[in-house]
């Protein structure tokens, strides 16, 4: 069985190191090396996993390297120091609870290494998200919760169009990551997403075996619906080619990271912000691009019905997505169909979103100096 090397780019990561270190050691297989890239924490993330080490009987090799800060470029860093010619890279936050996950994953990635005959292959782990709700005291028990959870968890099954994200993990060839130029980090994020589209370009995803759990604790705080939101958001920003909206979402979104609750409302006027900026034609590409985006993950509306129904199977979906899969997606290739939904999403962050975003902003504003008007009237 070939070798691999795992890397992991941490950061404050004091709290989630010590679980991923120990379900490593009770891996069934010993011949892989983790690498560790801390991209400046300030806590004792990388003293932890040193005291760790040493405290614990160790099996596989590990390094410790430091880097610049951003995932991608933690993650380039870690493929940099690899000793081994298969590279595995996870989120800290990952948890493998089933013993044999490398090993199975090893072997199907290699055997389909043999079958294509090519280096050209990318592998994922299907995930199950951890959460602290409970779970319906009966099986047949219905709610939109549990309708949500069961959604995102089939969709990373499926491995389709910008539906893969490094939550489920990466196990790629060395020299396909680096034909493909290692990780892009031009942006502050998604670059997963951008070398995974790379991926569908050039070579094949395949699933893994066993899932890969983690932490579903950001939907739980922020607010699921509205955290899904704002991933649909990002995605079209970057289909649309407006990456200024990336640097203003990383700033918003690190403003609210002390609250609970996600605001949506800043992240709309960005998004509008961005999509007007520039002239007529470049708006109007940029809502063509959007539409495109829009028809490519029509599919996720019908793989919901099968969600729904109960009618999904890992991987395939069921009777709806065959459905569309033979009939609507035939139907609505072609500009005709990008221009619609255009049309339909620039109406609906124009007149609809931004509008009642600053509207609400307005509300607010209003009520905040009428609340302080009174205060003094008290005082």
């Not at 941490?10 to 983790?34: R, T």
């Not at 609870?97 to 990635?109: G, H, P, R």
């Not at 409970?134 to 910008?162: A, D, H």
């Not at 609809?352 to 302080?372: G, S």
Request: net charge positive; with cysteine; hydrophobic share 40%.
């Amino acid at each position: 069985m070939k070798s691999i090397s795992i890397i992991v780019p941490v950061i404050n990561e004091s709290s989630a190191l010590p679980y991923l270190l120990n379900d490593l050691v009770h891996q069934s297989i010993e011949n892989f090396e983790l690498i560790l890239v801390d991209g400046g924490s300030t806590d004792n993330t990388l003293d932890l996993a040193e005291e760790w080490l040493q405290k614990t009987k160790n099996p596989f090799k590990i390094k410790l390297i430091s880097s610049k800060p951003g995932r991608a470029r933690q993650m380039n860093a870690g493929s940099n120091c690899a000793s081994n010619d298969i590279l595995c890279f996870l989120h800290c936050d990952s948890r493998l609870f089933v013993k044999s996950l490398l090993k199975d994953a090893i072997e199907t990635f290699t055997e389909q290494l043999h079958t294509q005959n090519s280096d050209m292959i990318a592998g994922h782990f299907p995930l199950f998200f951890m959460r602290e709700e409970p779970y319906p005291k009966q099986p047949n028990q219905w709610s939109q919760s549990k309708l949500f959870w069961r959604f995102l968890e089939s969709k990373t099954t499926m491995g389709r169009r910008w539906s893969i994200n490094g939550d489920q993990g990466l196990m790629i060839s060395r020299n396909f990551f680096n034909q493909l130029g290692c990780y892009p980090d031009k942006l502050p994020f998604m670059e997963d997403q951008i070398l995974g589209e790379k991926i569908w370009n050039k070579g094949q995803w395949i699933l893994l075996p066993h899932r890969l759990h983690t932490s579903g604790r950001r939907f739980e705080q922020e607010g699921k619906f509205q955290l899904y939101i704002l991933m649909s958001i990002i995605m079209g920003m970057l289909f649309a080619g407006r990456h200024q909206f990336f640097t203003n979402a990383q700033q918003i979104y690190r403003i609210q990271s002390e609250t609970n609750r996600l605001n949506l409302r800043p992240f709309y006027h960005s998004a509008c912000a961005s999509l007007l900026s520039g002239n007529m034609k470049q708006i109007f590409a940029s809502l063509l691009q959007l539409g495109n985006f829009a028809k490519q993950n029509f599919w996720q509306l019908w793989f919901l019905l099968d969600v729904f129904c109960g009618l999904n199977h890992p991987g395939r979906g069921g009777k709806w997505l065959t459905i569309y899969d033979n009939y609507i997606h035939r139907m609505i290739q072609g500009k005709w169909f990008d221009l619609f939904t255009a049309l339909l999403i620039g109406s609906w962050f124009v007149m609809i979103l931004w509008p009642c975003a600053m509207i609400r902003d307005i509300y607010e504003l209003v009520t905040t100096r009428f609340n302080l008007i009174q205060k003094k009237g008290a005082n």
